[in-house]
């Protein structure tokens, strides 16, 4: 079936935990079916399964999408996976049910897919190791906020702990000898350490991946700055660096393009918008803060975002750091596809010779 075409019936599906509602539309729009079916592959398969029903399918992204769109291709259909931000109708709708939220999408689905500002999930492999990347981040944030637990009670006694790295916190509070301090922080360190082996052993496991089923990340962590967590991260979310024309792209498409909303002679000034890969974003901000900061090397990207923290205004700061990671971005997209060795001062060399 052809993007566009209403020959045949469109589906839309609200998927809910437990039970998925569909709404049938025929060739004319007008409702043929309402049912619900069990939110499970096998329940999908019976259901989606046989030539005669293949057609459009249109859900919303959540928890269960990733599965079964790739479930419904692989029977195909056509499947057009919503952006939950971008369909207001369904979200600011006077009557919401699941039942109302079924046909919406179809209708949407129906009418014009764009309208729905699709995405596309990335296979099932680079789903498994994203999910390898999502454990090691929540454990992190765990054993920060455990860390922030001790200091907060040890403030409230009139104490203070020992300025140390996540790793050695616990080593440093007990050559301080206050690990009794209070009933239950030994116990909280000894939390934080086996944590913190956990991580160990996730990164040795992000390695591994790199080094045995994603190579290419071996070329992005030339950059300094980008270590194989990122380098990681970037090539799951990125996964075929085709799909870009041009390199330039990758910016809009991680949301690291400030929002626009013109009108007039009016141009406020808006940041980035609250989408996209959230893990990334912040693993590339992240990456922007070294290079801009005081142990990052001589490159083109930090003497960019240098110049640009120095125009003055109380933002300026945090628009080169936006400024630098959407940079970031490009510049891997490009040594992914260009296989070049990356060149540290390469434009400032170019202009060099030209002058």
């Not at 999908?44 to 293949?54: E, I, L, P, S, T």
């Not at 409230?156 to 690990?179: Q, T, W």
């Amino acid at each position: 079936m052809k993007k566009g075409s209403l020959t045949r019936r469109v589906t839309g599906i609200d998927q809910g935990d437990r039970f998925s509602h569909l709404c049938v539309l025929g060739t004319r729009g007008e409702v043929v079916e309402r049912t619900r079916i069990r939110t499970t592959p096998a329940a999908y398969r019976k259901r989606f399964g046989g030539r005669k029903a293949r057609g459009r399918v249109v859900l919303e992204v959540g928890p269960h999408s990733p599965w079964s769109s790739r479930l419904l291709e692989s029977l195909g259909h056509e499947v057009i996976v919503a952006n939950a931000r971008r369909v207001k109708l369904i979200a600011k709708a006077d009557r919401k049910t699941d039942r109302v939220d079924a046909e919406t999408l179809a209708r949407l689905g129906r009418v014009d897919p764009n309208l729905l500002s699709p995405i596309t999930h990335g296979g099932e492999a680079a789903q498994r190791d994203r999910a390898l990347l999502r454990v090691r981040e929540g454990l992190v944030r765990c054993r920060t906020r455990l860390i922030q637990q001790a200091r907060s009670l040890t403030k409230a006694l009139g104490e203070r702990l020992p300025p140390a790295s996540a790793e050695a916190f616990p080593r440093r509070v007990r050559e301080a000898g206050v690990e009794s301090l209070f009933p239950g922080l030994d116990e909280l360190l000894e939390m934080v350490e086996v944590i913190s082996k956990r991580i160990q052993k996730l990164d040795c496991e992000v390695e591994r991946a790199c080094r045995e089923r994603h190579p290419v990340t071996a070329r992005l962590r030339q950059v300094p700055g980008v270590g194989p967590i990122t380098a990681l991260a970037y090539v799951l979310k990125v996964e075929d660096p085709t799909r870009f024309a041009k390199s330039r792209e990758v910016g809009p498409f991680l949301a690291l393009v400030p929002r626009e909303r013109s009108s007039g002679e009016s141009r406020p000034e808006l940041g980035i918008p609250p989408r996209g890969d959230a893990m990334l974003r912040r693993l590339l901000v992240q990456a922007s803060h070294y290079i801009l900061g005081p142990f990052g090397p001589d490159t083109d990207l930090r003497r960019f975002g240098l110049a640009l923290s120095e125009r003055g205004g109380k933002r300026a700061k945090k628009r080169a750091v936006i400024a630098v990671a959407r940079k970031l971005a490009v510049l891997l997209h490009r040594l992914w596809v260009s296989g070049e060795t990356y060149q540290p001062l390469r434009t400032t060399r170019t202009e060099a010779r030209a002058a």
